[in-house]
T-cell receptor
Framework: GQNIDQPTEMTATEGAIVQINCTYQ??????LFWYQQHAGEAPTFLSYNVLDGLEEKGRFSSFLSRSKGYSYLLLKELQMKDSASYLCAVRDRDYQLIWGAGTKLIIKP | IAGITQAPTSQILAAGRRMTLRCTQDMRHNAMYWYRQDLGLGLRLIHY???????GKGEVPDGYSVSRANTDDFPLTLASAVPSQTSVYFC???????????FGEGSRLTVL
């Protein structure tokens, strides 16, 4: 079966750095997405990786290793507004998105 | 403002009633999706449509039906609601070139 694993919950301190990991086992691979979802709101797009390596976008970076079935989302200079759930999703060989359950990130002052 | 509009935002209905959740997009995306999101679970695909006139079943299609008469509209119907269909429902469309999903604000449905 297809599977996406990410930690259920993480806690970090305002101003610090946090890394959210995602491992996947899917039927084929056509890209990995990270979405942010604040409580009670819709998910919003953060990043997309299809090739190995690091993609940087401001305070957020996303890394992909296809050989290891692994990605991480790196958040720097954490702000209170970064408290949210972070969803990892992989597009399989049929171009269907497989979603992880999400990581709830709690930021403490 | 371009995007996806869902209605209603929230609804409480009695078991056995019929309910249609509406979804409209103005981005001219070909592909549209309906997901449900339950606490502790990832987004689960109910039905999808790759283009107007076609639909397909997702991971959890039982008890739901969809139609795609045109590019913009993708309604989801619960023919006879059951309590296990209590959930938050998200409609989404995807950019044809990047695959990025755009979500509606969600419809919170409670079936009693």
């Amino acid at each position: 079966g297809q599977n996406i694993d990410q930690p259920t919950e993480m806690t970090a301190t305002e101003g610090a750095i946090v890394q959210i990991n995602c491992t996947y086992q899917t039927s084929g691979f056509n890209g990995l997405f990270w979405y942010q979802q604040h409580a009670g709101e819709a998910p919003t797009f953060l990043s997309y990786n299809v090739l190995d390596g690091l993609e940087e976008k401001g305070r957020f970076s996303s890394f992909l290793s296809r050989s290891k079935g692994y990605s991480y989302l790196l958040l720097k200079e954490l702000q209170m507004k970064d408290s949210a759930s972070y969803l990892c999703a992989v597009r399989d060989r049929d171009y269907q998105l497989i979603w992880g359950a999400g990581t709830k990130l709690i930021i403490k002052p | 403002i371009a995007g996806i509009t869902q209605a209603p935002t929230s609804q409480i209905l009695a078991a056995g009633r019929r309910m249609t959740l509406r979804c409209t997009q103005d981005m001219r995306h070909n592909a549209m999706y309906w997901y449900r999101q339950d606490l502790g679970l990832g987004l689960r695909l109910i039905h999808y449509s790759n283009t107007a006139g076609t639909t397909g079943k997702g991971e959890v299609p039982d008890g739901y039906s969809v139609s795609r008469a045109n590019t913009d509209d993708f309604p989801l119907t619960l023919a006879s609601a059951v309590p296990s269909q209590t959930s938050v429902y998200f409609c989404a469309s995807s950019d044809d070139s990047t695959g990025e999903l755009f979500f509606g604000e969600g419809s919170r449905l409670t079936v009693l």
